[in-house]
């Protein structure tokens, strides 16, 4: 049964680089016809889709973002990552990692990892 | 980016109860709309898909409709394990936008 784990730091200082790891496991992330999202949710903005990975290392990503994301993937180790750099407060939020279908839904979720940016 | 605006924003129902939430796009997104459940502490679950079909598991009290700009997520009958908030999001264009939520409560 596949499943989803994010982890990293729950703490960020502000200007440093939120970093975040998700470990899938009970499946491959080698699957063509699937992209490896990062979505957060904070009270204030509710979803908000960062962006997407291919396999083969293709990203997607949220304009208003873009500018501070990076999203990558390793298939050796059947992760990909989450880094946004020069974080404020405004990126509080519980973040989660995804699977989703291209240009579909995201069908299978992490539980979430909530990162604090706090002096 | 395309606005979803759902609708109520939150909506008290009883047990058995029909409830009935829409969800609003700001341009057309053909069928490329989808609906989500959360519970508290809990990430978003996929309920529904492309408008109207069910994620596998999902009982048949819950249908969607709709087309274009105009959606609706439908729930009869309403069951104890349904109080929630439900979402629904586009991926018809980048970035995929969601709705801002509907809870639903008793």
């Known amino acids: 049964q596949l499943q989803l784990q994010e982890s990293g730091p729950g703490l960020v200082r502000p200007s440093e680089t939120l970093s975040l790891t998700c470990t899938v496991s009970?499946?491959?992330?080698?699957?063509?016809?699937?992209?490896w999202a990062w979505i957060r949710q904070s009270p204030g903005k509710g979803l908000e889709w960062i962006g997407s990975?291919?396999?083969?290392?293709?990203?997607y990503y949220n304009p208003s973002l873009k500018s501070r994301v990076t999203i990558s993937v390793d298939t050796s180790t059947n992760q990909f990552y989450l880094k946004v750099t020069s974080v404020t407060a405004a990126d509080t939020a519980f973040y989660y990692c995804?699977?989703?279908?291209?240009?579909?839904?995201?069908?299978?979720w992490g539980q979430g990892t909530l990162v604090t940016v706090s002096s | 980016d395309i606005q979803m605006t759902q609708s109520p924003s939150s909506l008290s129902a009883s047990l058995g109860d029909r409830v009935t939430i829409t969800c609003r796009a700001s341009?057309?997104?053909?069928?490329?709309l989808h609906w989500y459940q959360q519970k508290p502490g809990k990430a978003p679950k996929l309920l529904m898909y492309?408008?109207?079909t069910l994620q596998s598991e999902v009982p048949s009290r819950f249908s969607g409709s709709g087309s274009g700009t105009d959606f609706t997520l439908m729930i009869t009958s309403l069951q104890p394990e349904d109080f929630a908030t439900y979402y629904c999001?586009?991926?018809?264009?980048?970035?995929?936008?969601f709705g801002g939520g509907t809870k639903v409560e008793i």
């Open positions: 999001q586009q991926t018809y264009s980048t970035p995929p936008t």
């Open positions: 341009q057309t997104i053909g069928t490329f």
């Open positions: 990975v291919h396999h083969s290392g293709g990203t």
């Open positions: 492309s408008v109207s």
């Open positions: 995804a699977k989703e279908s291209g240009r579909g839904p995201a069908g299978f």
């Open positions: 009970g499946g491959s992330i080698n699957i063509n016809s699937y992209f």
